[in-house]
């Protein structure tokens, strides 16, 4: 077992609660298309995607850049498919297509709400404990 950490706690938590954001969005995303026909349920892999930010491989490698042909254009990321995007396997779609089952789709966005809660507490609680390495004093 290895007793040193591969990633500086500040670095692992910011990348942590980015991933546990991101995946917030999509859940919810997925939460508001639950009426929409043909809509399909998408997800991430968390741990994998956690990785790839740790890496620094950046989520839209494989798309093309746009470019801004007047000072006054402002430049955006392309909005094409994140390669971590999965699709969920749905238990019983239904008949117009839609892949979403909202109990599925809320009991993973109320946990990963906790998760993201957790994430924000140690971030929070190492930064105390580092300015109070750095000032002296409790805190």
């Given at each position: 077992?290895?007793?040193?950490?591969?990633?500086?706690?500040?670095?692992?938590?910011?990348a942590a609660l980015k991933v546990r954001t991101r995946r917030q969005e999509i859940l919810s995303n997925n939460l508001a298309n639950s009426d929409t026909p043909g809509f399909k349920a998408r997800d991430i892999d968390f741990a994998k995607t956690l990785e790839n930010e740790l890496s620094g491989k950046n989520r839209f490698s494989n798309s093309v850049p746009l470019t801004t042909t007047h000072q006054a254009h402002i430049a955006i990321k392309p909005i094409?498919?994140?390669?971590?995007?999965?699709?969920?396997?749905?238990?019983?779609?239904?008949?117009?297509?839609?892949?979403?089952?909202?109990?599925?789709?809320?009991?993973q966005f109320t946990k990963n709400s906790v998760f993201t809660e957790a994430a924000l507490t140690f971030l929070g609680g190492n930064i105390k404990s580092r300015m109070s390495a750095i000032t002296g004093q409790a805190s």
């Amino acid at each position: 077992m290895n007793a040193v950490p591969k990633y500086d706690s500040l670095i692992f938590n910011e990348a942590a609660l980015k991933v546990r954001t991101r995946r917030q969005e999509i859940l919810s995303n997925n939460l508001a298309n639950s009426d929409t026909p043909g809509f399909k349920a998408r997800d991430i892999d968390f741990a994998k995607t956690l990785e790839n930010e740790l890496s620094g491989k950046n989520r839209f490698s494989n798309s093309v850049p746009l470019t801004t042909t007047h000072q006054a254009h402002i430049a955006i990321k392309p909005i094409d498919e994140d390669p971590g995007l999965l699709y969920r396997v749905p238990n019983q779609p239904s008949m117009d297509g839609n892949t979403v089952d909202s109990d599925i789709e809320l009991s993973q966005f109320t946990k990963n709400s906790v998760f993201t809660e957790a994430a924000l507490t140690f971030l929070g609680g190492n930064i105390k404990s580092r300015m109070s390495a750095i000032t002296g004093q409790a805190s």
